[in-house]
C-alpha cells in the first residue's frame, strides 16, 4: 500500500451532547453514500446513536469497513458497509437488494458521496468535469431512483442531498463542483413535486466551511485564520456535529413541512466571505497545492 494509498482512521465523538430524544430514530433504515468517511461518517454516527440501523457504501471497501467497526464499537448500533460506486446503477442496484434483504427498508437517504478539488476553469480537463458531475449529480440521480423504486414508492421518506453553496456567487476554482451541486438543488426541487405523493420528502443540505474534515484541509488554501473566522456572522467554523444534527432534525416530525429547499448550514458565511480569485491564486502559488484536475 503506498502513502497515498493509507486509509485515515476516522474517529467518533467523544462527548456528544444529545439534542433530540436518543431513541428518535428507531426502528429507522438509513442508506448513506460516502458514509466512510468525513461529514458523511458523522452524519452515520450521530444516526445510530438516536437508535438508527444504517447502511454506508463507498467505492473503498476497507474503508467503509473499517468505518462501519469503529461506528458500531462507539454506538453499539448496527451499520451495514458495501462496496458501491455511485456511476454505475447495477453496483446501486445490488447494494439497495442487500440492505433490503438484511433490513427490510430505506427510511432515510443520504446522498453525500462527492469529488471535488481545487482548478481554475481554463485548467480543467474535459475528464475531470465529467467525473465530478457524475459521481455528484448522476450519482446523486442514480442512487434515489434505485432508493425511491425499491422502498420508498411504497413506504415513504426522507432524501437528504448534501450540497454546497458554490454555484451561489460563482466560486472561484470550483466550476465543476459549483456546477454539479447546482444540478443536484434543481433535481432536488422536481424529485420532492413528484414523490411527495407517495409520503417522500427531499431536502437539500448545504454544509459551509467545515474545520474538521479533509475537504477543509485540502481546499482551504491556506485562507483560514482567526481573521477569516471572525468574518463569519456566527464567529467559527462549523463542525462535522452541526451537519449532523441539521440532518437529524430532517427526519424527525419536527421538518414535516420541508420539502424541496435548501438548509444553508454555514452560519451565514457565504453572505460575508471573500471570492478574491487573485488572492486564492497568489496562495495556492505561494505553496498550497493545485490539483492539476486529471481525474
Known amino acids: 500500500m503506498s502513502r497515498n494509498d493509507v486509509i485515515h482512521k476516522e474517529t467518533c465523538e467523544e462527548n456528544y451532547k444529545y ?162 451541486k447546482a444540478a443536484i438543488e434543481a433535481m432536488t426541487r422536481h424529485m420532492a413535486v413528484e414523490w411527495g405523493m407517495n409520503g417522500v420528502r427531499v431536502m437539500c443540505v448545504a454544509p459551509g466551511p467545515i474545520a474538521d474534515t479533509e475537504g477543509m484541509r485540502r481546499l482551504g488554501g491556506g485562507r483560514v485564520n482567526e481573521e477569516y473566522e471572525k468574518s463569519i456572522p456566527i464567529q467559527r467554523l462549523g463542525l462535522r456535529v452541526d451537519i449532523a444534527d441539521v440532518c437529524l432534525f430532517l427526519t424527525t416530525r419536527g421538518s414535516e413541512l420541508l420539502t424541496g429547499t435548501t438548509i444553508a448550514a454555514d452560519g451565514g458565511s457565504w453572505l460575508t466571505g471573500s471570492n478574491n480569485f487573485y488572492q486564492t491564486k497568489k496562495l495556492l502559488s505561494a505553496g498550497h497545492s493545485l490539483s492539476k484536475a486529471k481525474l
Open 19 to 180: 439534542i433530540f430524544k436518543p431513541d428518535i430514530l428507531r426502528g429507522k433504515v438509513a442508506f448513506i453514500t460516502g458514509g466512510g468517511s468525513g461529514i458523511c461518517f458523522t452524519i452515520t454516527e450521530i444516526f445510530m446513536r438516536h437508535g438508527c440501523d444504517t447502511v454506508i457504501v463507498g467505492r473503498n471497501l476497507e474503508r467503509v469497513k473499517q468505518a462501519s467497526e469503529t461506528l458500531m464499537a462507539a454506538t453499539g448500533g448496527r451499520c451495514l458497509p458495501l462496496s458501491v460506486d455511485v456511476r454505475k446503477p447495477q453496483q446501486i442496484l445490488d447494494a439497495v437488494d442487500e440492505a433490503m434483504g438484511q433490513f427490510g427498508k430505506i427510511d432515510i437517504l443520504v446522498n453525500g458521496a462527492a469529488g471535488n478539488f481545487l482548478c481554475p476553469l481554463d485548467q480543467m480537463s474535459f475528464n475531470a468535469f465529467r467525473t465530478v458531475m457524475e459521481i455528484d449529480a448522476h450519482g446523486t440521480f442514480n442512487v434515489s431512483k434505485v432508493v425511491y423504486d425499491k422502498s420508498m414508492k411504497t413506504n415513504g421518506g426522507v432524501i437528504i442531498n448534501i450540497t454546497a453553496l458554490l454555484h451561489l456567487r460563482g466560486t472561484q476554482m470550483q466550476t465543476h463542483a459549483g456546477s454539479a
